[in-house]
């Protein structure tokens, strides 16, 4: 024999094996109630167009009131302006303001000596005879 004498050995696994599947039991067949399917998408659909007109109205009424605030603040300005300009019609006709305008622009003068007559009933009655 030779001096060495070398063996070979083949080494190898042997496949793993797998373990069975356990069986699931059969599903059991399904028969849809088409009655209660058709009720529930109907009240689904109820359910949304219920909301939908919450969503609708709760919109609709914000709307009005942003309306109404605008509302309000136009006629607080209004009023405002109305009462600038009372103040204006005020200054306007003040007998002050009407004197230095006819002593001014117009020349106008104030008379010294001012008379004044009162008729009485019984010479109104005369004139009209």
Known sequence: MPARAHKYYEEYE???V??????????PHVVLN????SRLTWSIL??????MAV????????NRGYNL????????QLEQENERLKIDIAKLKS????????TSRLGMEVPQNVYFTHNTKS???EKKN
């Not at 088409?34 to 399917?37: D, E, G, L, T, V």
């Not at 109820?46 to 909301?51: C, S």
């Open 18 to 27: 797998r373990a069975p599947r356990p069986k699931r039991p059969p599903r």
């Open 55 to 62: 969503t609708v109205r709760a919109g609709l009424t914000a």
């Open 69 to 76: 605030v605008e509302t309000q603040q136009k006629a607080e």
């Open 123 to 125: 010479q109104a009655n």
């Open 95 to 102: 007998p002050k303001r009407i004197k230095d305008i006819a």
């Open 46 to 51: 109820l359910v949304a167009a219920l909301a």
């Open 14 to 16: 042997e496949p793993a």
């Open 34 to 37: 088409q009655k209660w399917r």
